[in-house]
Every structure is written in structure tokens, then in C-alpha cells.
């Protein structure tokens, strides 16, 4: 049955709030240290949560360090905040602090008990997309491998604008797969069949980006000794991406303004405006707005590239994805090099968790593809990654070690037997049907 933890301080509102749900086990907390047992022991889908929690009942601090230790717990338990009237900015907070939803005091029974079935439903869903993802490898748009709703809700929006033809400004860090995306987007779009172009605009000198952005004529300049398309004439009917889009300099901006505008371009040394129709997408680590404001971009332009803006999270604000893509980039460089690398130890899962991944999924790959190198066992542990041995972490409870385990031994059986079921069971000392079972329960496959 669903579970439901109810955090309040009023015993009153608790009980009434305990009579208006049925087809919920219903649990109930008055206090941070409460509401953190039951959260242990059973590990509710959903709470609802007052802020004004003993010892300060008369403010938030309480209830808003009982969100963060709840989600630092459980990161996918949902949590509905409750809001007095006139507290919208605690509210606000919450939601950006990670709370689910917040409701208003004094409470409307009926809207509360929407907002929580809602909450158990989309529980529900993301649940069973992480199970497909991890069947599946989690490959998405453009090739993206993700179980975390994060980057779902990235991939989500990217497919929805594909079809439309608009501008699209994908902004993250270094690293986080902003070309990837472009080529999905490019690829879900009624421009498929046309090409996909891509330049790195900071990788080119100020002097010759304007030439491979335009093309230029036969002559324009010295070295000039053929008529040469642009990037964007090349893109014709298909995407352009613009990669670090930051960098063009500003006489440069004014002329891809021009094109926007009016989708024509003029090569260097040409008088023929050129029609080419041409999408465009752009990235970039850096502030636009910031640039915008400073006058090193074009407010102009900005608005132009960025019809749709698109926030790709880094690689630590995707849980769980460290880890997965880790096994993905170990398989595909042990297949390539010929490795007898096959599996990653239970310490390399934790210190892949820990570490911060400053350089995202770039820096993931480097060190994997080190390490299928220079491992010695089959088995990849902290130190062929280079990364320091995790402290470990207090467990949400006994149920979730005693599952990390039996996941890991059963993983690393079937990886050394390579998925042979008898001798996978025989290595841990179960029956053939006892390891279905557990294969079944974990939803693992061999």
C-alpha cells in the first residue's frame, strides 16, 4: 500500500488530516527527529510537511531543515509544504529548496488530497521511468544516457520545440552534452534529412570566423582562391550549431543579426545577398545576460538566439547518472581497447557518487577510459579512477544496506560469470530459483 507521512505539530489537524485519506497507509510525525524515524523505517512515497516544527513553531527554520534532511535521505520522496496564509515566500523556497508542491492554510481538505494523489501518481511514473531507463541503458534523445528526472525534463523540452522552427539557447557548464542535445534536437526535427552543422566559435581567431561563419569569394582576400560556402550556407535546410556563442566578437554579431532577421547572408567580397534558410542552435558556459548588460553582447542578438532557453544541469545535479553513464563508458572503451575490464567495484560506485565532477560528463569519460587502460584486475576500484576512497555514508536503513549488497554481489556474480545463471547462483551459494527470485525483486538481468 502507498505511503503517506503527515508532519504536524497540531494533534487536531494530524487526526483530521489522518480521516481524510483512505487507500493510504497513513503515517504521522510531530517533530523533525519523528518524522526522520518514520521516514527510515518506512520510507513514505509522500509527506506533507508544516514548516513551523518544534522548537520553532512560530517560524520555519525547523521545518525547512526537515525538507533538506528528508531529501537528502530519500532525494525522491515527494514533499508538500504547508503554507500559512500570507507565507507564499516560504513556499517559494520550498519548491526551490526541492519540496514537491505546497498547500495553503487554512487547509481545503478536498485540494490538499489532489495535490497529494498527484504526488503518489508522478512518484509513480518517475519510478518507473528510472527501472526502463536502467533496462534500457537509459539511452535517449541524441544519445543521452540519463535515469535522472533532471535531465528527462531537458530531453522532454528539447523533443517539444523540435518541431517548431525557433531559435534555441542551450545553456550549461563544460562538459554536460550541450552538442549531444543540439544533434537530438536536430535529429527529432522536420529538419532531419537536411545537415547539422556545428562550429566552435571560441576555437576559431576573431580574423577568420566571419569567413567559415559567411563563406567568401574568390579574391576577397589574399589566399582566397575559390568561391567558399559558409557554415551557415552549409546548414542550408538542415542546423546550425553555434557553440560557445559568447565569443563572437561584436562587429561579427551585427552581421549574424542581419541574418536572423532577414535570412539572407552576403559572403566576404560578395554584393549578392544569398537566401538560406537555416536553423539555428547555440551554446554556451558563459552569462549572456550578464554579457548583455556589460555590452559585450548584442541585447539584440540575445533575444533573437534565445527564443527558447533550454538549462542543462551539471553532472552532480543528476542523481544516480554518475554511476550509470560510468558502466556505459567503461563497457564501450573495454569493448574498443580490448579490455578484460568488466565491472566496476562496490568502492568505485560509492567514490563515482561522491566525487563533485567539476568537468561533468566530459571529465567522466576521460578518467574511465584511464582507467579501462590502466586497471590491472578486472574490476575498476577508487584508485584506477584517481578518485579518493568515499567515506561511507550513513545508510537511509538496515533494508536499503542489506538491498546495496545483495544488488552488488548479484552485479558482480553475473559479471564474472558473464550472466550465466547456474553458475552465478552456484558463486553465491543460492539455488537457480532463489537467484530468479532476487534477478525479479531488483529487477537486475543477466
Not at 526522520?36 to 520553532?56: C, F, H, M, S, Y
Not at 530531453?155 to 554536460?176: K, N
Not at 554584393?271 to 545576460?289: G, P
Request: charged letters at 25%; proline letters at 5%.
Amino acid at each position: 500500500m502507498k505511503k503517506l507521512l503527515i508532519v504536524e505539530d497540531d494533534l487536531g489537524l494530524q487526526r483530521q488530516l489522518r480521516w481524510a485519506y483512505e487507500g493510504y497507509q497513513v503515517l504521522s510525525a510531530t517533530d523533525r527527529a519523528g518524522a526522520i524515524d518514520a521516514l527510515r523505517a518506512e520510507e513514505p512515497e509522500v509527506v506533507t510537511l508544516d514548516l513551523g516544527l518544534p522548537p520553532d513553531p512560530d517560524g520555519t527554520s525547523e521545518g525547512f531543515a526537515t525538507l533538506a534532511e528528508i531529501l537528502r535521505l530519500k532525494p525522491d520522496t515527494k514533499v508538500i509544504v504547508a503554507s500559512g496564509h500570507g507565507a507564499r515566500d516560504s513556499a517559494l523556497r520550498a519548491i526551490a529548496e526541492g519540496a514537491w508542491d505546497f498547500y495553503q492554510k487554512p487547509i481545503d481538505i478536498d485540494a490538499l488530497g489532489h495535490i497529494v494523489a498527484r504526488a503518489f501518481h508522478v512518484q509513480a511514473l518517475e519510478a518507473e521511468n528510472r527501472r526502463l531507463a536502467a533496462a534500457t541503458g537509459g539511452a535517449g534523445l541524441g544519445g543521452i544516457i540519463t535515469a535522472a528526472p533532471e535531465m528527462h525534463k531537458v530531453t522532454r523540452t528539447i523533443e517539444r520545440v523540435a518541431g517548431a522552427d525557433v531559435s534555441v539557447m542551450l545553456l550549461g557548464a563544460s562538459g554536460t552534452g550541450k552538442e549531444l542535445l543540439a544533434r537530438g534536437l536536430h535529429a527529432a526535427s522536420p529538419r532531419a534529412k537536411g545537415a547539422f552543422v556545428a562550429i566552435n566559435c571560441a576555437a576559431i581567431p576573431e580574423t577568420l570566423l566571419e569567413s567559415e561563419l559567411f563563406g567568401h569569394e574568390k579574391g576577397a582576400f589574399t589566399g582566397a582562391v575559390k568561391t567558399t560556402e559558409g557554415k551557415i550556407e552549409q546548414a542550408q535546410g538542415g542546423t546550425l550549431f553555434l557553440d560557445e556563442v559568447g565569443d563572437i566578437p561584436l562587429p561579427l554579431q551585427v552581421k549574424l543579426l542581419r541574418f536572423l532577421q532577414e535570412r539572407v547572408i552576403e559572403r566576404i567580397g560578395g554584393r549578392r545577398a544569398i537566401a538560406v534558410d537555416t536553423r539555428i542552435v547555440c551554446a554556451t558556459h558563459q552569462n549572456l545576460e550578464a554579457m548583455v548588460a556589460d555590452g559585450r553582447f548584442r541585447e539584440d542578438l540575445y533575444y533573437r538566439l534565445a527564443e527558447i532557453v533550454v538549462r542543462i544541469p551539471s553532472l552532480a545535479e543528476r542523481p544516480g547518472d554518475a554511476v550509470l553513464l560510468a558502466r556505459h563508458f567503461m563497457a564501450k572503451h573495454a569493448k574498443a581497447m580490448h579490455s578484460p575490464v568488466t565491472g566496476l567495484s562496490a568502492e568505485a560506485c560509492a567514490a563515482i557518487e561522491a566525487w563533485g565532477w567539476p568537468g561533468n560528463v566530459r571529465e567522466l569519460e576521460n578518467r574511465l577510459k584511464r582507467a579501462v587502460i590502466m586497471a590491472e584486475g578486472k574490476s575498476l576500484n577508487p584508485a584506477d579512477l584517481d578518485l579518493p576512497e568515499p567515506e561511507a555514508p550513513l545508510p537511509l536503513n538496515l533494508k536499503a544496506v542489506r538491498e546495496a549488497a545483495d544488488r552488488a554481489a548479484i552485479t558482480q556474480a553475473l559479471a564474472r560469470t558473464q550472466g550465466n545463471i547456474s553458475t552465478t547462483a552456484k558463486l553465491l551459494g543460492i539455488s537457480r530459483p532463489t537467484l530468479y527470485d532476487l534477478l525479479k525483486s531488483y529487477d537486475l538481468h543477466a
